[in-house]
């Protein structure tokens, strides 16, 4: 995967009540949910982005809640990536799951600035922040959560498990 | 090896299992609620999934929005029951037999100590108390799981957390799960589990045990466990037919931390806005005047909580302008708390007392807050907008310091 777009910076601990509050989970609408994607915390987000924009954090993003409403606003919303410190288990896997493209890396997290035209490419497992000029290595997924990507998350994976079972 | 490697290690089908490695486990439950189920519904037949791997290790719970808050929820929950209906599920509950999930799964027996748990809400880790291993997951894992009766997991570290010295008046669970947090933060154990430990624990009856566990998730932690005992296992008695599996943390167990937290020096716990890790000593609070006062909740909603609350408001009044809502964590604890005179005690001193939800812990209904408002709650979270409008605050309590705070008009503890 490799995407270019404009950077949107929050802090750490940004929990899954910041990126869609509890009161719009009473649908599971994709596009619905991203229509309120951030609002709590950054009320113009959904406004600013354009698609294809990247977001980035500190760290322990996607703590809190396990609502998987969360990756889904922010994928609807049509964030290509998100880069951060690190992140909190459970957003973790609901992100590989969905085929979210998420990015470990506490130095790019740090240096990047909100605007800054920044790419992505996840198979060379690099980071260019074309603002400042900086890139960033960072370690390509493995294990599990490689696989996941591979197959495209986790519905094709278990689907393929079943039929192997039958 | 440590309670949670053998956990992981028995539900992979291997003789040990080391920190990092990934293991795939038979999962003895699977749960999702009537936020999380819908999707997971819908993404159980995505994968081609005509049958829940076994109906009896399935559970369903509606209790976030209801009693149904708008026409959405109530479809919502109309989806999870047809999919119960569909799937011969015997755990979806209606009216009577319901509650909060992470209330009535451990009261209705569901779980027990050497299970392995998965469910599609954070606070699944509350099981831990009984000594197994649960955790939470997303919807999509949640469908994977009624699927497949498996998950993959890589195996923590765990950190070893030592409650030594003796629990001094009015403190509770809550407030040795939030002076932890507090020392650890909200990511100290992210990715790892919590083990709970030490004669204070050896001597804490179930009720705070589910409360420690239950907010394990606060500081990150993939899963929070107690090592089962006489309470465990006299705590499960009658609840169900099969046999519990119990383990203990072997002499040399490995940890990669070890915090120690002595109760002879501490006191009642009060997390401030916007995280769980914010806390101080009740001493330390300062004049905060309050509008809302939660008590309930998966984290505080117990029968024994309730004992606390009602102890403090017994014979006072909550002062005037001040909302108190007491929920019962389950239709079975509102029953008791009513016979036992709870609730009329509650309604004496000016308590509302609300039909079993998770409801304003989330903002969901039920307690809402305004813009400016300020609540403090037995709840477990008090991110931005969580109970409401994101200019309101949430304060986080034990029942005692929530009835207290409720009588003063502002926080206070309940020797106040």
């Given amino acids: 995967m490799k995407a270019t777009g404009t950077a949107h910076k929050y802090g750490d601990h940004i929990d899954t009540d910041a990126i869609i509050a509890a009161r719009y989970l009473s649908t599971t609408d994709p596009i619905e949910l991203a229509a309120h994607c951030m609002q709590d915390i950054d009320a113009g987000f ?20 396990s609502r998987e409403h969360a990756p889904i606003a922010i994928k609807a919303a049509g964030v290509s990536a998100v880069i951060a410190a690190n992140f909190a288990r459970i957003f973790y896997r609901n992100a590989l799951n969905i085929g979210l493209p998420i990015i470990e890396s506490p130095e790019a997290a740090a240096a990047i600035n909100t605007g800054d035209e920044v790419t992505v490419d996840t198979e060379a497992g690099t980071i260019v922040d074309h603002t400042t000029g900086q890139e960033f290595r960072f370690q390509p997924l493995d294990g599990i959560a490689a696989e996941l990507v591979e197959a495209g998350g986790l519905v094709p994976m278990v689907k393929e498990k079943l039929a192997a079972r039958k | 090896m440590n309670i949670t490697e053998k956990l992981l290690a028995r539900a992979a089908g291997r003789d040990e299992v080391k920190p990092g490695e990934f293991v795939n486990c038979a999962l003895d439950l699977v749960l999702a609620n009537d936020i999380t189920a819908p999707i997971a519904i819908d993404e159980f037949y995505n994968m081609g999934a005509t049958a829940v791997f076994d109906p009896k290790k399935v559970a369903l719970v509606c209790d976030h929005s209801t009693p149904n808050r708008n026409i959405d929820a109530a479809a919502q929950t109309k989806k999870v029951r047809e999919f119960a209906r569909a799937m011969g599920i015997p755990n979806y509950w209606e009216a009577d ?129 107690v090592a089962p005992d006489e309470i465990t296992l006299k705590w499960i008695e ?67 909580d309730l004992r606390e609350a009602a102890k403090v408001l017994e014979g006072r009044h909550v002062a005037e302008g001040i909302r108190c809502i007491v929920i019962p964590g389950s239709h079975a604890i509102h029953l008791e708390a009513t016979r036992e005179g709870l609730v009329e005690r509650f309604l004496e001193a000016g308590c509302l007392v609300s039909t079993p939800t998770c409801g304003p812990c989330l903002g969901m209904h039920m307690g809402v807050l305004a813009e400016g408002e300020r609540a403090i709650a037995t709840t477990n979270r008090n991110f931005v907008g969580r109970m409401g409008h994101p200019q309101s605050e949430v304060y986080l309590a034990s029942p005692a310091v929530a009835a207290a705070s409720a009588i003063a008009g502002k926080i206070a503890g309940p020797e106040d």
């Fill in chain 2, 238 to 304: 009658g609840r169900s037919q099969r046999e519990p599996v119990v383990f203990a943390s072997d002499a040399d167990a490995q940890y990669c931390r070890t915090v120690e937290i002595d109760c002879n020096v501490l006191e009642p716990q009060v997390a401030f806005p916007h995280l769980p890790e914010n806390t101080k000593g009740i001493s330390e609070v300062g004049d905060v005047p309050i509008d809302q006062v939660v008590i309930g909740a998966c984290t505080n909603g117990r029968l024994e």
């Fill in chain 1, 46 to 65: 959904v406004e600013r982005m354009e698609p294809g924009d990247i977001m980035v954090a500190g760290e322990n993003f996607g703590c809190g809640s």
């Fill in chain 2, 97 to 225: 037999q319901g509650g909060i999930e992470h209330i009535i799964l451990p009261d209705k027996g569901l779980v027990l100590p050497g299970d392995v748990v998965i469910g599609a809400d954070s606070h699944t880790c509350t099981y831990g108390a009984l000594g197994a291993f649960s955790t939470g997951v997303g919807s999509t894992d949640a469908g994977a799981g009624m699927a497949l009766g498996e998950c993959w997991f890589r195996v923590p570290e765990t950190i070893e957390v030592i409650y030594t010295g003796k629990l001094q008046p009015w403190v509770s669970g809550k407030d040795l799960i939030l002076k932890l947090i507090g020392e650890i933060g909200v990511a100290g154990a992210r990715y790892r589990a919590l083990e709970f430990k030490g004669e204070v624990i050896e001597s804490l009856e179930m009720a705070g045990r589910f409360t420690i566990c239950n907010m394990a998730i606060e500081a990150g932690a993939k899963n929070g466990v």
